[in-house]
């Protein structure tokens, strides 16, 4: 996803889905130009990676939240899904 020239941070978690028992979220920081359309981000995801690994959602944050030596904390991530 760091790929696309329009994303600037990104962020992966495994969220609880009733049917699956878990599916993968990718929390995403735009670029100057701003969010780009969930399809180009799954083309470019299926030209990479497995179908499976590919994200199920992409949501757009502000800014991911991180710790003081700049780890990004994913427990955070997930109570905003």
């Known amino acids: 996803l760091l790929q696309h020239p329009q994303v600037r941070e990104v962020a992966v978690v495994g969220q609880r889905d009733a049917e699956w028992g878990e599916v993968v979220v990718a929390f ?38 991180k710790n003081s030596y700049g780890k990004v904390l994913k427990t955070e991530l997930r109570k905003l899904g």
Not at 40 to 64: S, T
């Open 28 to 65: 995403l920081v735009a670029g100057d130009s701003g969010p780009v359309e969930d399809a180009v981000l799954d083309a470019l995801c299926l030209e990479h990676i497995a179908r499976f690994k590919r994200p199920k959602e992409y949501r757009w944050v502000e800014a991911l939240p």
